[in-house]
C-alpha cells in the first residue's frame, strides 16, 4: 500500500487558508486568551473564542472534520490529518474551527446513530457552534480501561429511563455551552459481557445531576472546559432519548471511539512539532559553557531523534487514516490501536526533551510547554491506556501465526 505525500488540491487550499488563519488570529491572541482565562470568572465564556468562532466559519474553515451531508468539508480521513495536526499546535484552537473533543465524536455519534428529532434537537446546534457537550463513561469505583466494567445503571421504568451513577474525568461539562451528555451505562446485568451496555442522551438539566469537583491534571483544571467528577442520582429522560437500542452501547463506543482516537493522534502530532520548532529556537540564542546549546552533542541528539519520531509518527497516522478511509474503522483496528500508543508517547518525549532545552523557563507558565506535557500525558489514558492497545495490537499479531 502506498500512501501519495502530496496533498490533494482541495487538502493544500484547506490547509493553506488554515496556516493563515492560525497565524493572523491563533498565535497572536495567545496570551489574550489565558490573559482572559483567568479574569474573573474561570469557568466563563472566553470573549476571544467566540469572536475567532465567528472568524473562522466566515472563513470556511468550520466542521472540518464532518461529511458535506452534515455542513462540514466532506474530507476523507486522509485528507483531515494535516489539518487537524495544525489545529493541534495550539491547545485551544480546535474550538475555533469547531473541531473540538469531545463534540466531533459526539456529533458524529448523533450523526450516525441519533434520530431525526435527537439530529434537530442537539446536533444542528452543535454543528452551528451554539452548543457543546460531554461523553459520560469513565467511574472512578472501577478499573474502566475495561469497560465491561461499568456499573452506573439505566434502567426502564414506563416510558423513561432511570439513571444512576459516579463518573469522573467527564470532559466539556465545565462548559457553559454544554447542553447534552451522551452517557454510558448497563442496561441489562445479565446479558452477555458486550450486550449488557447502552447509550443515552440526557440533557444537562435534568435534574440529579450533581457536579462533585474539576478534577485536575497535573494541578491544571483546564477551565473552562473541564474534566469533572459527577453524580447521577435518579436521573430520568423519555427512552426515546436510548441510541440504537439496549445493549448496542459498546457498538456505538467502537463507531465512536475510532476517529477520535486518530484525531487525538494528529493534534500530538502538531504539539510535538511545535515543540520541536521551540526547542530548536531555544538552543540557537542560548550559550552554556562557551559555546550555544545548538552546538551541544546531547541537544543536536535530540533534535535528530525528534525529527524522526515525529515523521514517523505523521506517516503511521497516515496509514491508520488510508486504511480507515478504505476498508473501513474495524478493519483498521490494529493501525488505530499502533497510532494511539505511539503518538502520545512520542509527544511526551519531544515535549520533554524541548523543556529540557529550556531550562527552568520550560516548566513556568511563560511557555506553553509544560501544558503541552501535561495534555499529551492524558491521551496516553484517553480513549483506551496504553497496556489495553498494546494488548489487542500483541494478540492481532500472534493470531496471524495460529
Known amino acids: 500500500m502506498t500512501i501519495g505525500f502530496e496533498h490533494n488540491e482541495k487538502t493544500a487550499d484547506l490547509l493553506a487558508r ?75 484552537s480546535p474550538q475555533v474551527f469547531n473541531c473540538q473533543a469531545p463534540d466531533t465524536g459526539n456529533m458524529e455519534t448523533l450523526e450516525r446513530f441519533g434520530t431525526e428529532e435527537h439530529k434537530a434537537r442537539w446536533l444542528e446546534p452543535m454543528l452551528d457552534g451554539k452548543m457543546r457537550s460531554s461523553f459520560v463513561m469513565t467511574e472512578p469505583a472501577v478499573a474502566s480501561s475495561d469497560a465491561t466494567n461499568i456499573q452506573s445503571s439505566i434502567v426502564r421504568d414506563g416510558d423513561e429511563y432511570v439513571i444512576n451513577g459516579r463518573k469522573w474525568w467527564i470532559s466539556g461539562i465545565g462548559e457553559r455551552d454544554c447542553q447534552i451528555l451522551i452517557f454510558m451505562g448497563k442496561t441489562d446485568p445479565t446479558a452477555e459481557k458486550h450486550k449488557q451496555q447502552s447509550m443515552i442522551l440526557i440533557p444537562r438539566d435534568t435534574p440529579g445531576i450533581t457536579v462533585v469537583r474539576p478534577m485536575t491534571l497535573f494541578g491544571y483544571d483546564d477551565a473552562p472546559h473541564g474534566h469533572m467528577e459527577m453524580i447521577f442520582e435518579n436521573v430520568r429522560v423519555p427512552a426515546s432519548n436510548l441510541l440504537l437500542g439496549e445493549g448496542r452501547g459498546f457498538e456505538i463506543a467502537q463507531a465512536r471511539l475510532g476517529p477520535g482516537r486518530i484525531h487525538h493522534c494528529m493534534r500530538q502530532i502538531g504539539m510535538a512539532e511545535r515543540a520541536l520548532e521551540a526547542m530548536c529556537r531555544r538552543v540557537k540564542e542560548r550559550v552554556a559553557f562557551g559555546k550555544p546549546l545548538a552546538e551541544q552533542g546531547v541537544i543536536v541528539e535530540r533534535i535528530a531523534n525528534s525529527r524522526i519520531m515525529i515523521d514517523q509518527a505523521r506517516l503511521l497516522t497516515l496509514h491508520a487514516a488510508h486504511k480507515m478511509d478504505t476498508v473501513g474503522n474495524k478493519a483498521a483496528k490494529a493501525e488505530i490501536g499502533m497510532i494511539k500508543v505511539a503518538a502520545p508517547n512520542m509527544a511526551c518525549q519531544v515535549i520533554d526533551w524541548a523543556i529540557q532545552a529550556h531550562g527552568a523557563a520550560g516548566l513556568s507558565q511563560d511557555f506553553f510547554l509544560a501544558e503541552y506535557y501535561a495534555h499529551a500525558r492524558k491521551i496516553r489514558f484517553a480513549d483506551g491506556p496504553d497496556e489495553v492497545h498494546r494488548h489487542q495490537i500483541g494478540r492481532s499479531e500472534l493470531a496471524k501465526y495460529s
Open 18 to 92: 488554515l496556516r493563515a488563519f492560525m497565524a493572523e488570529h491563533i498565535y497572536p491572541n495567545e496570551k489574550l486568551y489565558y490573559q482572559q482565562k483567568t479574569e474573573g470568572d474561570r469557568w466563563a465564556h472566553i470573549p476571544l473564542v467566540d469572536e475567532l468562532k465567528a472568524k473562522a466559519k466566515a472563513a470556511g474553515l468550520w466542521n472540518l472534520f464532518l461529511p458535506e451531508s452534515r455542513h462540514g468539508a466532506g474530507l476523507t480521513n486522509l485528507e483531515y490529518a494535516p489539518l487537524c495536526e495544525e489545529m493541534g499546535r495550539v491547545h485551544f
